[in-house]
């Protein structure tokens, strides 16, 4: 009991900053708003002062909240997410309620069957948890008692028990009616009856609204229970043509869908049992594969992966020198014009390449991806293959001949090309040409992952220094690298680029970047002001300015972060205020190392008067007081 009392006590003293930092602030808001719409029942306590609770949403779940002696909070809940939900949220709030209000909070009971459907005593944040499949099998306990029951009763009684639970179970009446036709050999009535049901659950959209909860998922599981059974009795062609009926229909209604993927995981659940009537199929090993292929070539939602793992599975090498003959086929019929990025043809280009690889028929593949090259812009995969054979010579003549071909329509084609290049390069230790190329990259897109991997090379080849000093006159004048007097690197060998008119000198964002990234807050302020100045904040990242000058300016740093904080609460938005409070944190986080508390509870006094009436940012700044949300604790 005194266990019991010390966890509600820490839980009394938990402040919305705790919660917060547990859950996010906007599972924390939506977890709120759970439990003031009472939904939140028979709320319990467990002999160890943890919680367990029911929360009604599209579906009734249990949750149950653990909370360490340290305040640290995990949450494990039967909705599909899991951990660290809304519904944990709303029970621990339900929880803080009912101690401001004295009531007291029952122990939960030994048989509560929320201890079944939930990790009992030993679960913690730790626990190995399988995540991927759910047990859904009777507890061993329970098993036994049944099968004790079952066993004492004669042919006769559990006739008369089945027949009962079928009048009041209508589905189990289905269920035993279903198995008589298939065991009778009577399998139309049920295929034209499962077609109907395949037609019925495709035909409505899914859609989900995740603010209240509302929203429909279809629901395949009597699908795959039925498809199951008429596989079991030895019905497998009949299940491949539903399965095909049945993925052309799903697909349909996974493009009209409008949710978070829920009709897309749905119909992907059919998926193994539509796989494994292929494999026990009548058709022969190519057919199947030709099979296999055009349903991952009609794919277009990622709804059948497991038919590319029936694909790459062991099948004769027969089969694979048929099926590659096919494919080649399929290649000299397709009409591709090269003006556009065929990826259907891509796609059968690169299935081609397997099975000539399982045919051990590799001598086709660098000629087929030769002709592929021109026809799909596929040169990368021509060039990584010519790389693995060391054929660098050959590699950069296509390198040279892909830049010219995409560099305009497809420039992310090109940018892999230059990749290339740069690896062949490597590979040689041709290290000042590599430099070369990497400020070319730099210039064509300026991040900071850009200018570490300039260092990085640029010191292998010891001409960082110089390297630098160009980077930075083109960054603050516009001065390309190249055309500079100190630069004294080679030509890579591409097509350099050139200047772009999009461009307005000082680029201040990328200045700003690198001084950041080199710790020179002086700097950092010297950029951020002059852009401040000029009207240019666009890309600028404020919040990253604030962290970098924390500690060499720290009242810059505030300041900037009350801007951003009351630039987003203009926004009056519930989100915008979530946001908000993120860098209110921040800034009040720097004040109190300061040693300026009263200043900080001046300014947010002024912030609650300016907008009394939006209740909903009053809530949030109450918060960031880091007091309890309860206003009081709980003593034991």
């Keep these: 009991m005194t266990n019991k009392k010390s966890r509600l006590e820490i839980i009394s003293s938990l402040t919305w900053n705790d919660l917060g930092d547990w859950a996010g602030g906007t599972i924390v808001s939506r977890g709120r708003t759970y439990q003031r719409q009472g939904r939140v029942s028979d709320l319990a306590v467990t002999d160890d002062g943890n919680l367990v609770g029911w929360v009604d949403g599209s579906k009734r779940y ?48 030994t ?15 730790d626990s190995e948890l399988d995540c991927e499949e759910e047990d859904d099998t009777m507890p061993k306990n ?54 109907k049901e395949i037609e019925a659950v495709s035909g409505e959209p899914g859609w989900g609204n995740c603010w209240d909860e509302g929203g429909f998922t279809p629901d395949y599981s009597g699908i795959i229970r039925k498809l199951e059974g008429l596989l079991e009795s030895g019905y497998v062609d009949e299940v491949l043509g539903l399965g095909r009926e049945l993925i052309v229909s799903g697909s349909n209604q996974v493009e009209e869908s409008n949710d978070e993927g829920e009709t897309a995981m749905e119909v992907e659940s059919c998926m193994p049992v539509i796989v494994e009537a292929l494999e026990r199929s009548t058709l022969d090993d190519v057919d199947k594969l030709v099979w296999a292929l055009d349903v991952v070539l009609d794919d277009q939602f990622d709804l059948c992966s497991g038919f590319e793992k029936y694909i790459c599975q062991e099948h004769p090498q027969s089969a694979w020198e048929r099926f590659a003959d096919l494919l080649l086929t399929r290649l000299q019929k397709f009409n591709s014009t090269g003006e556009t990025l065929d990826y259907k043809r891509d796609q059968i280009s690169n299935w081609t390449i397997h099975a000539l690889e399982q045919a051990g028929r590799q001598a086709e593949i660098i000629p087929l991806c030769e002709i592929e090259a021109r026809q799909t812009h596929s040169y990368g995969r021509l060039v990584k293959l010519l790389i693995v054979e060391q054929r660098y010579a ?7 001949e892909g830049i010219q071909a995409t560099q305009e329509k497809w420039s992310g084609i090109a940018a892999g090309l230059r990749a290339d290049f740069r690896a062949i390069q490597t590979l040689k230790e041709n290290w000042l040409v590599v430099a070369a190329m990497q400020v070319e990259e730099y210039v064509r897109r300026p991040s900071r992952q850009a200018f570490v991997e300039c260092k990085q090379t640029c010191d ?14 083109y960054l603050e004048n516009g ?20 200047a772009t008119s999009k461009n307005e000198f000082p ?4 200045l700003i970047d690198i001084a950041i990234f080199e710790e020179k807050p002086d700097q950092v302020l010297r950029w951020y ?71 900080w509870e001046r300014y947010l006094r002024r912030l609650r008067e300016e907008h009394i009436r939006k209740r909903r940012l009053i809530e949030i700044l109450d918060g960031l007081n880091g007091k309890p949300i309860m206003g009081k604790r709980v003593h034991s």
Excluded at 77 to 94: A, I, N, Q, R, W
Excluded at 172 to 191: D, F, H, N, P, Y
Excluded at 394 to 400: K, P, T
């Design 529 to 599: 002001d002059q852009c401040s100045a000029g009207s240019c904040k666009y890309g600028i990242e404020e919040n990253s300015i604030a962290g970098a000058v924390q500690i060499y300016a720290p009242e810059r740093a505030v300041t900037i972060w009350k801007d951003m904080a009351e630039r987003l609460i203009a926004r009056v938005k519930p989100s915008a205020y979530q946001e908000a409070a993120r860098y209110l944190r921040k800034a009040a986080e720097v004040m109190r190392r300061e040693q300026k508390l009263k200043e």
């Design 479 to 498: 001065a390309l690298p190249w055309t500079q007097t100190s630069w004294s690197l080679p030509e890579s060998g591409l097509i350099q680029p050139g």
């Design 507 to 510: 680029l201040f964002r990328d």
């Design 394 to 400: 050959d590699a950069e003549r296509w390198i040279q």
């Design 111 to 125: 048989d509560d069957e929320r201890l079944e459907m939930l990790p009992g005593k030993e679960w913690n944040a």
């Design 62 to 109: 249990a949750c149950k909240v653990v909370i360490d002696a340290d305040g640290q909070i995990d949450s494990i809940c039967t909705c599909p997410y899991m951990f660290d939900c809304k519904h944990g949220v709303s029970v621990v709030l339900e929880c803080l309620e009912d101690l401001k209000k004295n009531r007291t909070i029952p122990e939960i009971k």
């Design 142 to 195: 329970q098993r036994q008692d049944f099968e004790s029951f079952l066993k004492g009763k004669s042919k006769s009684q559990l006739i008369d028990l089945i027949y009962n639970l079928a009048r009041q179970f209508p589905e189990m009446a289905k269920e035993v009616a279903e198995r008589q036709q298939l065991i009778s050999g009577k399998s139309e009535t049920l295929v034209l009856s499962l077609r």
């Design 460 to 473: 292998k080849a010891k001409v960082w220094v110089l390297v630098r000093k160009t980077i930075l006159n």
